[in-house]
């Protein structure tokens, strides 16, 4: 299933190390773990002795307070279980950082007890750290991962890449199913969501049982695959829950969370008006809007291609796999698309976020190596905006209407997007069907986890028996009674490349070791029209080795100052330049002082 990198599509911005395509094995000992990794100090953390067989122990180590990184140790006597291995993507005022990952030293530090990785689903908020985490927990045998078979395809091919792959054990479940993993029993149920095979778990122990809900909605009509398996829901209910963790981001939204037919039906609305080329922006995972895309096509004689290195990947996968099949001759290679007439094209491409190494962002600012778009064409952009990406959005989108095309976006059409989390009515409905003695939101922001425990109490629940965890904060179940129990170490890990000629080298760094490595801020001024340097490039660094004395950093400074003023005249691609300035600098000051600060690009076009 591994396919040749292209090398002139851009690599999505929050991927695997793409060094593991080009350097091969190297890779494996490349991800340097943090030095703190073994340690666990720090004076406020609560020293915890085993868990003992009384009580079930639950600590978020991501995902809560948050939308992003979810995951979650189970633990029960000698067994320890995580639930999904996210990353997250850095927001707008984050450039330089290129992924963050959750602190695993707890994990790290009780291999013994360490019976897998269970995941809900494919998405990347919940398989996203893998290629990362994975090297950190050091064992033996390899580690079982369990999920569904699309989740797992993707997982496949994210740590084929990073050469990983014989360090895990892929099993795959289904809904309906339940493993055993030593005295805890995990059961796997059926969820709608926006990615075919998501599902819920529950982790059944002598204590009790905890369901994690993973990212759901109850969908009558999902395009791909069954509704949400209510009576296997019912049934764990009637057999009592101790405790619910329940997706909570969408909250703030009365009613139900419209069903996936709505976006096709648009969707096909839109592709059946249009006279000339359509280009559909979405998630590197959203399989079913490909799904939607293959099937427009067909009622309206056109042919459809995936751009994108994420998105050729995954659609592949999904090939492989069997959740898409399409007829001859209507999925094509892009270059065998670009020689069909514009009116019988459908490009389905990534960027819905406004990423700027991903393929909608390089169309909209004229950049793309091959797909040119012009006055008529149709973009049809189904995502919404993840919260901190708005102006990265907004600014491809007003570079699409520059280029005279027609813009379809969820600000101003509600049909081409609907979220794949549950409403209120649907949250209430999970509540009912699990009827649990305790509850807690996750996979939310603050605000959301409040309106969550109000909305448990509408439901008859007392107020008290809602728990509003916090990543690192630990939870014991007894058969009758919540506590929480202090914290551990947790947090944000940044997961910096060092780009692509640094010998594939992946740096994982915690705010402990920022301060051993320090940083360097490098300020540029361009001008908005042209391109051209106004100012800077300008470095000032903090915290640096002797090494990097004040020469050393003029010298990268112009280094870079001569990079810059290579590139080709034109509007300056913002992502682009924090890309090079990034591999510039970092490389001069590695070369001059064998250390490597983490690097901060602040951009600023006048
Ligand atoms: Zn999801
Ligand atoms: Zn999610």
Do not use: W
């Not at 006597?77 to 959750?102: S, Y």
């Not at 559909?280 to 096509?297: E, G, Y």
């Not at 793309?368 to 491809?396: C, M, Q």
């Amino acid at each position: 299933m591994r396919r040749p990198r292209r090398d002139d599509e851009a690599p999505e911005r929050v991927e695997t190390p793409r060094s593991g395509h080009q350097r091969g094995r190297q890779q494996r000992g490349a991800v340097r773990p943090s030095p703190e990794s073994t340690g666990g100090g720090g004076s406020d953390l609560t020293p915890l002795g085993p868990v003992g067989t009384d009580r079930v122990r639950v600590i978020p180590l991501g995902g809560v307070g948050e939308i992003g990184k979810n995951m979650t140790v189970v633990e029960f006597g000698q067994d320890l279980v995580l639930l999904d291995c996210g990353g997250k993507f850095p927001e707008d005022n984050q450039r330089g950082i290129d992924l963050i990952i959750p602190d695993v030293t707890y994990v790290a530090e009780r291999m013994r007890n360490f019976r897998g990785i269970l995941i809900t689903h494919g998405h990347e908020d919940h398989i996203g750290g893998l290629p990362y985490i994975i090297p950190q927990l050091k064992s033996s045998t390899p580690i079982p991962i369990y999920g569904p078979a699309l989740a797992l395809g993707f997982i496949e091919r994210k740590l084929l890449e990073a050469r990983l792959e014989d360090q895990v054990d892929l099993r795959e479940v289904k809904g309906g199913d339940t493993i055993q993993l030593g005295e805890i029993k995990a059961e796997f149920i059926r969820v709608t969501h926006t990615i075919p095979d998501a599902c819920a778990i529950a982790i059944h122990t002598p204590v009790g049982t905890i369901v994690d809900t993973g990212d759901f909605k109850f969908d009558p009509t999902p395009v791909m695959g069954k509704p949400t398996d209510e009576a296997q829901l019912k049934r764990i209910g009637n057999d009592g829950v101790l405790a619910l963790f329940s997706d909570t981001t969408r909250v703030e939204t009365e009613g139900s969370t419209p069903s996936e037919v709505v976006v096709q039906k648009r969707m096909e609305e839109v592709i059946g008006k249009a006279k000339a080329q359509i280009v559909i922006a979405t998630f590197a995972s959203n399989v079913s809007r490909i799904h939607m895309a293959i099937s427009a096509a067909v009622k309206h004689g056109r042919k459809v291609a995936v751009a994108g290195r994420s998105m050729e990947q995954n659609s592949r996968v999904a090939l492989d796999l069997g959740y898409l099949d399409p007829p001859d001759g209507v999925l094509i290679p892009l270059d065998e698309l670009l020689r069909q007439p514009k009116e019988k094209r459908i490009i389905v491409c990534t960027g819905s976020q406004g990423e700027a190494a991903a393929a909608l962002a390089r169309i909209a600012a004229g950049e793309h190596p091959k797909i040119r778009v012009s006055k008529g064409d149709v973009i049809f952009v189904s995502a919404s905006p993840i919260p901190g990406n708005e102006d990265t959005v907004s600014h491809t989108i007003d570079n699409l209407f520059r280029q005279g095309c027609d813009v379809v976006y969820s600000a101003i059409d509600r049909g081409v997007h609907v979220s794949g989390h549950a409403g209120r009515d649907e949250l209430l409905k999970m509540i009912r069907l699990l009827r649990p003695k305790f509850a807690a939101p996750i996979h939310g922001e603050y605000r959301h986890m409040m309106l969550y425990r109000d909305l448990c109490e509408t439901s008859g629940m007392r107020r008290e028996n809602v728990l509003m965890p916090e990543i690192g904060g630990v939870i014991e179940f007894t058969k009758d009674s919540a506590n929480q129990k202090g914290r551990i170490k947790a947090g944000n890990v940044l997961v910096d490349r060092l780009g692509d000629r640094e010998e594939g080298q992946v740096v994982l760094r915690t705010r402990e070791n920022l301060t051993r490595d320090g940083f360097v801020v490098v300020t540029i001024v361009l001008d908005r029209v042209s391109g051209e340097l106004i100012a800077g490039p300008e470095l000032v660094g903090k915290g640096l080795p002797p090494e990097l004395n004040a020469n050393v950093l003029r010298e990268a400074e112009g280094e870079l100052r001569r990079t810059l003023e290579r590139k080709k005249k034109g509007s300056p691609q913002y992502g682009y330049i924090v890309q090079r300035t990034k591999e510039t600098i970092g490389r001069a000051l590695y070369r001059r002082s064998r250390s490597r600060p983490l690097i901060l690009p602040v951009v600023t076009e006048l």
